[in-house]
């Protein structure tokens, strides 16, 4: 079992930056990626970014240039900061945690909310 624990959300001024984190205890492996999901209302969860171990990124086109994803290996916390905010950011943001072989499991955070007024 995995157990990931967010924080970092809230309410934001359109423009301006958060930093959510992610911190990861349990059955950790070493060949495991994290990364950042969203889900506004109405909408489909999608993902935002996400990192391997190795530091490999992928970010939704939306965000590119804005949303910085990193991560601490020693700590197993995934980072994700956001800047130059849009309202159409505002969504949950979910944390998820994919734990590769052998056990190719996957586990989500309890989600944080992010409030972009205009």
């Known amino acids: 079992q995995v157990q990931l624990v967010e924080s970092g959300g809230g309410l934001v001024q359109f423009g301006g930056s958060l930093r959510l984190s992610c911190a990861a205890s349990?059955?950790?492996?070493?060949?495991?990626?994290m990364g950042w999901y969203r889900q506004a209302p109405g909408k489909q969860r999608e993902l935002v970014a996400d990192i391997t171990v190795g530091g490999s990124t992928k970010y939704q086109d939306s965000v590119k240039g804005r949303f910085t994803i990193s991560r601490d290996n020693a700590k197993n916390t995934v980072y994700l900061q956001m800047n130059s905010l849009k309202p159409e950011d505002t969504a949950i943001y979910y944390c998820k945690y994919y734990s590769g072989s052998p056990n190719f499991l996957t586990y989500w955070g309890q989600g944080t909310q992010v409030t972009v007024s205009s």
């Open positions: 349990g059955s950790i492996f070493s060949g495991n990626s």
